[in-house]
């Protein structure tokens, strides 16, 4: 299944009823007052975040949502019914903007969260309403109104709480699919992955946690090189980054360089990138000797980057518990603020 992370719909709320012009007719009254009833108020449309969705991919068969009409006002002073509400259903993680207008309309960051999105037109008034002691017979009543139409961007940002980037074949699959259930193709040639993926990792009795695997980047990605920057709103909400750089002899450059670069990228990408926790993971050690580890890591610290720097091995699986224990150490701490 493709993962679909956008959309645009359209969304029609239901139009008000009109109100009633009637006078009250009874046998022995000859002729009675006015007793038009006002009209019902029309839907609206409401969306509705749940976690039972994990894709916009409804979107790509429905895009146009009506929400019905208020019944009209009727004789002898009863109201029309207003209509019910349409309830869209979104995924938790969901942004809703106003294509025409630009505003962000909602963020549906909780499961059951509901915003009204369009409003439903007020139901018209009857003629009973605008009766005075002047006017006691009102040949008139008003129209409902109409409900709001509204062109809408959906954006699916998914909710993970770590991010993997680093550049295309910096081992970012197969270290998600080490500590995951997730199976993401793992290949010797860059942008393997083309796709964001989840994997919820168990580890020790600690609650689980979600990485998502992303798309290589590499130099100008800002600029829309490579697969560019549209994976990286993904790891925008996740609570620490972990930029994965190989140490594999394959890599022609040395990796300060290479890690420098994809942070100038991530950079240019974020809004406020130091507010975020960074782990620098050094991957592939097994292909070169412990020396060469260590010498990377001073040289990082000697050009001043903080932060933890674990180095690991998918193959032998080395240093993988020391990298959980560090998320879920960081996590925790991420947790305890931000609740
Ligand atoms: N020797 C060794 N090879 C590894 C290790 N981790 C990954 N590789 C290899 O490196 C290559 C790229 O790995 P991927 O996990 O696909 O890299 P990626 O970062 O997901 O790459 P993209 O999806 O293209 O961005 C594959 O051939 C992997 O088998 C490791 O720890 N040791
Ligand atoms: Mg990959």
Redesign the pocket.
């Known amino acids: 299944m493709k993962f679909i992370d956008e959309a645009k719909i359209n969304v029609q709320a239901g139009h008000g009823g009109k109100g009633c012009v009637s006078f009250r007719r009874e046998k022995y009254i000859p002729r009675g007052g006015p007793d038009g009833g006002d009209g019902g108020k029309g839907g609206d449309i409401i969306f509705e975040a749940t976690t039972r969705m994990s894709t916009l991919l409804d979107f790509k068969y429905k895009q146009s949502f009506k929400a019905k009409y208020g019944q009209h006002g009727m004789g002898a002073m009863k109201n029309g019914r207003a209509a019910i509400d349409l309830v869209v259903p979104v995924p938790v993680g969901t942004v809703i903007t106003d294509t025409d207008t630009g505003d962000i309309l909602a963020d549906m960051t909780q499961d059951g969260e509901a915003v009204v999105i369009a409003k439903g037109g007020r139901g018209g008034k009857g003629n009973t309403f605008f009766t005075t002691s002047t006017r006691q017979a009102p040949r008139f009543a008003q129209e409902g109104e109409e409900g709001e139409i509204k062109n809408i961007h959906l954006e699916l940002k998914l909710l993970a709480d770590v991010g993997?980037i680093?550049?295309?074949?910096?081992?970012?699959?197969?270290?998600?699919?080490v500590v995951s259930q997730a199976r993401?193709?793992?290949?010797?040639?860059?942008?393997?992955?083309?796709e964001p993926v989840l994997g919820v990792v168990k580890h020790k009795e600690a609650n689980p946690f979600v990485i998502t695997?992303?798309?290589?980047l590499i130099e100008g990605a800002h600029a829309g090189k490579g697969m560019g920057d549209r994976f990286l709103k993904h790891a925008e909400r996740t609570k620490i980054l972990c930029h994965?750089v190989?140490l594999?002899p394959e890599e022609t450059r040395p990796a300060l360089e290479r890690f420098q670069c994809i942070e100038n990228e991530v950079k240019s990408y974020f809004k406020n990138p130091e507010q975020r926790q960074k782990i620098i993971v050094l991957?592939?050690?097994?292909?070169v000797d412990e020396d060469f580890v260590q010498e990377t890591i001073d040289e990082f610290r000697t050009n001043n980057i903080e932060g933890d720097i674990i180095a690991?091995?998918?193959?032998?699986q080395k240093n993988i518990n020391e990298l959980l224990n560090t998320l879920l150490k960081n996590l925790d701490t991420t947790r305890a603020t931000s609740d």
Do not use: H, M, Q, W
């Not at 690991?312 to 032998?316: C, D, G, K, N, R």
């Open positions: 993997l680093g550049e295309p074949n910096a081992g970012k699959s197969t270290f998600i699919s993401p193709k793992v290949a010797n040639y860059p942008f393997t992955t083309l695997d992303l798309p290589g994965l190989s594999s991957t592939k050690i097994d292909l690991i091995s998918s193959a032998t």
